[in-house]
């Protein structure tokens, strides 16, 4: 998630996108001519349901389908901010629907088609881009979704930030935020359980670039314009994909077997190089103790804006201009505990940020530094109010908080509680039972309770993750922790 350093953990800031309300505007027909859209016919089938069902965000995400590719193409000019938008999603159908919704954030919507028909179309809600195609889609069938739309993209003050689609200081342009900001610039089931593929064709005018995830393809230019391609053939959840505009400094290079890595750099932000320069060192290390690097591509996207999070965009992760080395670290490790295994529900994310925090210490670790008497030392000083807080299913609006802190020293408990061989077979056979998936927090306890062979782990599993109490002695320092 976003804000993965120590200035995160001291002031958890997180890029919540708080999605912008939409208006039923009229919709322009192909010939540019304005209709007003009539409430949608009924029409025999299932209707998709708004919203994936998660509890902490009923509304994000949508029912009905399976997303498979977002094929997403764009044109943006800095001088106007005006982006238009012209984005194939590919789906199969989880039941019969005769309609179905994508999650889109503003814009004015002028041509909506399934496998080239045209459909009836209105928005609700928020974000909710209601279509009613021409025929009814049957359970099981492929199907495409064409729709194309234009306008300023919006951003949002969450009061915890500026998040979703923001502008540069440079002019430029990026989207970032969690848990929801794909739909701020491309429609989308904007929620972690509907993973897909995913390319952007963005152009923009010279002299700006863009940076995506994935690999890049070879820039098409063209009478004072560029498109840049970028695609992203591992599935990818919705809030880890990116884009971002700028005047860009491109560094390029290879991971020892081959896996491309591109860095993009805004102007200002070059002082950040020699850190991500490490990359391959940092990824190595990660290698070592989770597993085979799971993504396409590697590197990095640094700003050069005081934004209030970094966040772990697939492949390639998103920095804010006080990003340093430990914030590499975190956001790298997301590239298997968030992105490759991602999560089910919200109430889940103890997977993605107490594993990635945890990661910061391992580091640490390796740099000689005595995590036990760290340990020991912030268990004895903590406050009341670093223990009241659970690590699993903490409610709405609690996510990103002890997951930064008191996730760590859980992790490191759990390490002593089980013994380090079975920690290291823990963190391995996650990564790879769940490798391009998604997963729940009582799976995560379930592996760990297999592998230690202890069943009353889940005592101890309570004691420091579900319950907002400090756990009592035995727990709180087990084994060589005593």
């Given amino acids: 998630m976003p804000r993965h350093s120590l200035l995160r953990v001291a002031t ?35 209707e998709g349901a708004e919203g994936m069902g998660d509890a902490y965000y009923p509304d994000d995400g949508n029912g009905g389908y399976d997303a498979l590719d977002y094929a997403v193409s764009v044109t943006y000019d ?5 982006l238009d938008g012209d984005t194939t999603v590919t789906a199969r159908a989880s039941a019969d629907l005769s309609r179905f919704n994508l999650d889109l954030t503003g814009f004015q919507v002028s041509r909506v088609e399934v496998d080239g028909q045209q459909a ?39 009061g915890l930030g500026v998040n979703g689609w923001q502008i540069s200081s440079s002019g430029g342009a990026f989207a970032a935020g969690e848990p929801h900001s794909a739909s701020a610039w491309y429609p989308v089931n904007d929620h972690p ?24 393809e070879e820039p098409v230019r063209e009478d ?7 695609v992203e053939p591992t599935r990818v959840v919705s809030y880890v994909t990116t884009i971002g505009i700028d005047k860009w400094t491109f ?20 002082s950040r190089m020699p850190d991500e320069r490490r990359v391959p060192e940092v990824l190595a290390f990660l290698t070592e103790k989770f597993g085979p690097y799971p993504q396409s591509a590697a590197g990095g996207i640094f700003l050069n804006e005081n934004i209030g999070f970094s966040l772990e965009t697939q492949t390639r992760p998103i920095y804010a201009k006080w990003a340093d080395l430990e914030t590499i670290v975190h956001e790298q490790a997301h590239q298997w505990y968030g992105n490759s295994v991602s999560i ?45 807080r659970k690590l699993y299913d903490m409610g709405e609006g609690n996510e990103f908080t002890a997951v930064y802190t008191k996730g760590q020293l ?6 002593h509680q089980i013994g380090d061989d079975d920690f290291a077979t823990l963190l391995k056979q996650w990564a790879a039972t769940h490798r391009d998936g998604n997963a729940t927090w009582p799976e995560f306890e379930d592996m760990a309770t297999e592998i230690s062979g202890q069943p009353d782990l889940r005592a101890f599993l309570k004691s420091w993750f579900r319950d907002a109490n400090k756990p009592e002695d035995r727990y709180l320092y087990p084994g060589a922790l005593r």
């Fill in 78 to 82: 800095p001088a106007t901010k005006n």
């Fill in 344 to 388: 089910e529900n919200w109430a889940d994310i103890c997977l993605n940020e107490c594993l990635a925090s945890y990661a910061q210490w391992l580091w640490d670790e390796k740099t000689g530094v005595d995590l036990d008497a760290r340990f020991r030392d912030t268990a004895a000083k903590a406050p009341n109010r670093y223990w009241d």
């Fill in 410 to 415: 859980a992790m490191h408990a759990l390490r």
């Fill in 224 to 230: 004072g314009w560029t498109t840049y391609t970028w």
């Fill in 12 to 46: 958890p800031l997180l890029a919540v996108v708080a999605v912008a309300g939409c208006t039923n505007a009229p919709v322009p027909d192909a010939g540019g001519a304005t209709t007003t859209v009539a409430p949608p016919p009924q029409v025999t089938g299932t």
């Fill in 251 to 270: 560094e390029r290079s290879q991971l020892p077997d081959g896996t491309p890595v591109v860095d993009a750099y805004a102007p200002g932000a070059e």
């Fill in 120 to 158: 009836e179309t209105r928005r609700e809600g928020e974000h909710e881009l209601v279509i009613t195609p021409k025929t009814p889609i049957g359970k099981d069938t492929t199907f495409k979704t064409r729709v194309v739309y234009s306008g300023v993209p919006e951003s949002v003050d969450s």
């Fill in 193 to 216: 359980r509907d993973k897909a593929t995913f390319s952007v064709r963005a152009k923009v005018p010279d002299p700006w670039s863009v940076v995506s995830i994935g690999r890049e």
